[in-house]
């Protein structure tokens, strides 16, 4: 093993983006700090990980949504130098707001706004006393694009997007090196779609629906980060509809989504990210 000396912490590193991140950073060299839930297969991808790139890979298992769980993941790391923090955990849901269980909507508000912020406030006053570090938010565009089924999938993923913008406020106004990031992919292949019961045959590209790889998204953090690009949207496609959709008179933004979603969703699978 390499005796490095940068730090990566990634939750939700089991699959998908969050896996695609911890081998991107791996490759560059960093230690990393993985959390997930399912043990074998991130613990699979820490072995894989370790052979490849010769680092060392730490895997955390931790249900982000029990504060308990978060407050063991948070002693863990709260001595230790994180260079940067990816708040990637996330997931969706697939019903309207009055027919999601109460309990299911307060675990996504728990795993995509209070685990990010609690990591974020430990992590970050090292970065600032070091006056470096970076801290990428897995938001979504759903925290533009706002869609029936998707109430509080949008709501977390726009707070997730407003808080990471202001916190780069804040590091800039004190002068701090620390790069903040929302990353707000579209429709991405991941585990994500699957855990919501979409057959992967759905997953095709179609009009205005176009899916993208793990790889492509981190390619285009990665770059984004380089550039200082605080708001990151994957995909020339995406940047377009969402400039465009954003442009309408808000009446005609709700008829349009309605009838969008109507015509492509309202089925049992699930519609966005
Ligand atoms: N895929 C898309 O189309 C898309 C689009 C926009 C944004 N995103 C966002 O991208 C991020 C990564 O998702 P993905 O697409 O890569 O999906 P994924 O393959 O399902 O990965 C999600 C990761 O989050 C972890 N996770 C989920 N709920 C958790 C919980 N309650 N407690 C702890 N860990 C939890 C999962 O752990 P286990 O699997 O081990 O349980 C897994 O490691 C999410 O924040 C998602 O909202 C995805």
């Given at each position: 093993?390499?005796?490095?000396?940068?730090?990566?912490?990634?939750?939700?590193?089991?699959?998908?983006?969050?896996?695609?991140?911890?081998?991107?950073?791996?490759?560059?060299?960093?230690?990393?700090?993985?959390?997930?839930?399912?043990?074998?297969?991130?613990?699979?991808?820490?072995?894989?990980?370790?052979?490849?790139?010769?680092?060392?890979?730490?895997?955390?298992?931790?249900?982000?949504?029990?504060?308990?769980?978060?407050?063991?993941?948070?002693?863990?790391?709260?001595?230790?130098?994180?260079?940067?923090?990816?708040?990637?955990?996330?997931?969706?849901?697939?019903?309207?707001?009055d027919e999601e269980d109460i309990d299911g909507l307060l675990k996504m508000e728990a795993v995509h706004v209070k685990a990010p912020m609690k990591i974020t406030h430990t992590v970050l006053k090292g970065m600032i006393r070091r006056n470096n570090g970076t801290i990428i938010n897995v938001s979504s565009d759903g925290a533009f694009l706002l869609a029936p089924k998707n109430t509080i999938y949008s709501a977390t993923k726009a707070f997730l997007k407003t808080?990471?913008?202001?916190?780069?406020?804040?590091?800039?106004?004190?002068?701090?090196?620390?790069?903040?990031?929302?990353?707000?992919?579209?429709?991405?292949?991941?585990?994500?779609?699957?855990?919501?019961?979409?057959?992967?045959?759905?997953?095709?590209?179609?009009?205005?629906?176009?899916?993208?790889?793990?790889?492509?998204?981190?390619?285009?953090?990665?770059?984004?980060?380089?550039?200082?690009?605080?708001?990151?949207?994957?995909?020339?496609?995406?940047?377009?509809?969402?400039?465009?959709?954003?442009?309408?008179?808000?009446?005609?933004?709700?008829?349009?989504?309605?009838?969008?979603?109507?015509?492509?969703?309202?089925?049992?699978?699930?519609?966005?990210?």
């Open positions: 093993m390499r005796n490095n000396e940068k730090t990566a912490l990634i939750t939700g590193a089991t699959s998908g983006i969050g896996k695609e991140f911890a081998r991107r950073f791996a490759a560059l060299s960093y230690n990393l700090i993985i959390t997930g839930r399912r043990e074998n297969k991130i613990n699979m991808v820490a072995e894989e990980i370790r052979k490849e790139f010769n680092v060392s890979v730490e895997v955390i298992i931790v249900e982000l949504s029990d504060a308990n769980e978060l407050e063991k993941l948070i002693k863990t790391v709260e001595n230790k130098d994180i260079d940067v923090l990816v708040n990637n955990a996330g997931f969706g849901l697939n019903a309207f707001y808080f990471t913008e202001c916190l780069n406020l804040e590091m800039k106004t004190k002068g701090k090196n620390v790069k903040l990031q929302a990353l707000c992919p579209g429709l991405t292949r991941t585990d994500f779609h699957g855990k919501m019961g979409m057959d992967k045959s759905r997953q095709v590209d179609k009009g205005m629906i176009k899916w993208n790889t793990p790889k492509f998204i981190v390619d285009c953090s990665l770059d984004a980060l380089s550039k200082d690009n605080v708001v990151c949207i994957p995909g020339e496609k995406t940047k377009v509809l969402i400039g465009f959709l954003n442009l309408l008179p808000r009446k005609s933004y709700y008829k349009f989504m309605i009838n969008f979603f109507k015509k492509n969703f309202n089925k049992k699978e699930s519609k966005s990210a």
